[in-house]
């Protein structure tokens, strides 16, 4: 079974600054997607970046990046020039690809506070 | 494209009732699954969905079933409430692996249904 670690439950970072988030996973499989999503006080979880693991490129979408350690099997985001709209839970997602069914396996999610 | 939509947003029910919850998926999409998030257990998988059929369970009591209808929507129902069901379920979508394409295998999400068993 595979299994996604975030070890910061909170942290905070000051608006303009660059912030990164912590994420671990367990798996044997090889090929796989990760994910992380955003979680806003209104609650619709957005999608915030996305990484096929077979890409040893990392995934940028505009002020966020990944560091995605294959070998590690870690798969950090990187928040740079943090917003107020920022703020939110984040959460590391894995899903197996070519499954046969979707299912996202959650990590627990880090609250980020970007303070004014 | 409209993204997902789940009805109600809001519910209160009362120990022993049931629950049916509507999720409507993006067009074009035909995998409907559901979560469920509540403080303790963070997000939880319940069941997933394909062309009408269940692909995928979660480790949830039976009382905890779905359906998906040929238009892609689907429902979940719960029998017999307890008050640990009270959480925020959520419903994503996404297309069938027929390729890779920038959505395949991503998951987007409907801004959930809050239930409240009292």
């Known amino acids: 079974a595979q299994t996604v670690t975030q070890s910061q439950p909170e942290m905070s970072v000051q608006e303009a600054e660059t912030v990164t988030l912590s994420c671990t996973y367990d798996t044997s499989e090889s090929n796989y997607y990760l994910f992380w999503y955003k979680q806003p006080p209104s609650r619709q979880m957005i999608l915030v970046i996305r990484q096929e693991a077979y890409k040893q490129q990392n995934a940028t979408e505009n002020r966020f990046s990944v560091n995605f350690q294959k070998a590690a099997k870690s798969f950090s985001l990187k928040i740079s020039d943090s917003q107020l709209g920022d703020t939110a839970m984040y959460f590391c997602a894995f899903i197996q690809s070519g499954a046969g069914s979707y299912q996202l396996t959650f990590g627990k999610g880090t609250k980020l506070s970007v303070i004014p | 494209k409209a993204g997902v939509t789940q009805t109600p947003r809001y519910l209160i029910k009362t120990r022993g009732q049931q629950v049916t919850l509507s999720c409507s998926p993006i067009?074009?999409?035909?995998?409907v699954s559901w979560y469920q998030q509540t403080p303790g257990q963070g997000l939880q998988f319940l069941f997933e969905?394909?062309?009408?059929?269940?692909?995928n369970k979660g480790n949830f009591p039976g009382r905890f079933s779905g359906r998906q209808f040929s238009n892609s929507r689907s429902e979940m129902n719960v029998s017999t409430l307890e008050l640990g069901d009270s959480a925020l379920y959520l419903c994503a979508s996404s297309f069938p692996p027929l390729g890779l394409t920038e959505s395949t295998d991503t998951q987007y999400f409907g801004p959930g249904t809050r239930l409240t068993v009292l």
């Open positions: 067009s074009g999409h035909r995998s």
């Open positions: 969905y394909f062309s009408e059929t269940q692909r």
